[in-house]
């Protein structure tokens, strides 16, 4: 067990100067638990291991249930293990039994503002402001420093985007955690990457209507011509193209348009084309 300086037994009498007041300016991380409860022997170590990482970025205050009956009443606890994070005197957030240290991670990211932030921001805007290899590197630089925070990684694969390194920027989004990788983000970067691929050596825009306008049931030439949209951000001509397709012939490449159109979607996130176009699919399709 640390014997950090932010680890304090709470009481009712030191709960307002420890708890309360000290939560105006440093996260307080409430802990309610009890010496019989056995996920709380084993949640305690770990919120005690990330004090020590966090250095003074929150303060765990420790509640035994059994001596501290009424601040267990006045913060409604049922069961035990419970946590709650007060800031500035308000709960902000809270969570009940023994969770492992990534998600408790997860809860103290969204209160606390790391120091690899700020330098991640400060590397950013050197990179708007022209200077792409120094922030590059210093972004490289602050990764190696806090391999912790995945926001880096994903700063980082995005400017590799930005900068046409296709591989590498996929490389080190499939390195990410299983849980990171499985985000709207990731998704949407790496249906951006593979759009990108895909519009390697594609034919002109002419050359592609008039190929479509000859034939309309040219997928290729509609999926192309989609890529080529897509890459150029008139997502809503992308779309129209992969919809005829999915009208026209769902069979080109296994249902290529269908596919296509999902990966756009991933990309385009929460987007009014989105919602118009993915009504006009399932239309197309039943």
Not at 117 to 145: R, T, V
Not at 260 to 281: E, I, P
Request: net charge negative; aromatic share 8%.
């Amino acid at each position: 067990m640390s014997t950090s300086a932010h680890i304090i037994d709470i009481t009712s009498e030191n709960f307002m100067t420890e708890v309360m007041e000290a939560s105006q300016t440093t996260l307080i991380v409430l802990d309610f638990w009890a010496t019989w409860c056995g996920p709380c022997q084993s949640l305690m170590p770990v919120i005690s291991k990330l004090v020590d990482e966090y250095n003074g970025s929150f303060r765990l205050a420790k509640v035994n249930i059994d001596e501290q009956q009424e601040l267990a009443g006045q913060f409604a606890v049922r069961s035990v293990p419970t946590v709650k994070f007060i800031k500035q005197g308000q709960v902000v957030d809270e969570f009940n039994g023994a969770l492992p240290e990534g998600e408790i991670r997860k809860f103290l990211d969204r209160y606390i503002e790391k120091a690899s932030d700020k330098l991640l921001d400060a590397a950013l805007a050197q990179y708007e402001a022209g200077e792409k290899l120094p922030a590059i590197e210093a972004i490289q630089e602050i990764s190696q420093q806090d391999p912790n925070n995945p926001r880096i990684a994903l700063v980082y694969a995005d400017l590799m985007i930005r900068e046409t390194r296709y591989d590498l920027a996929q490389e080190v989004l499939q390195s990410l955690p299983y849980e990171t990788r499985q985000t709207e983000q990731v998704a949407a970067m790496l249906a951006k990457i593979e759009f990108a691929a895909n519009a390697a050596d594609l034919p002109g825009e002419e050359d592609l209507l008039k190929t479509i306008t000859d034939n309309p049931k040219a997928s290729k030439a509609r999926h192309q011509l989609s890529t080529l949209y897509t890459m150029q951000g008139n997502y809503d001509k992308a779309l129209e193209q992969l919809l005829e397709i999915v009208k026209r012939d769902r069979a080109y490449e296994d249902d290529a348009g269908r596919k296509a159109m999902l990966k756009l979607f991933d990309m385009l996130g929460d987007n009014a084309l989105v919602h118009q176009f993915r009504r006009k699919m399932m239309a197309a399709l039943y």
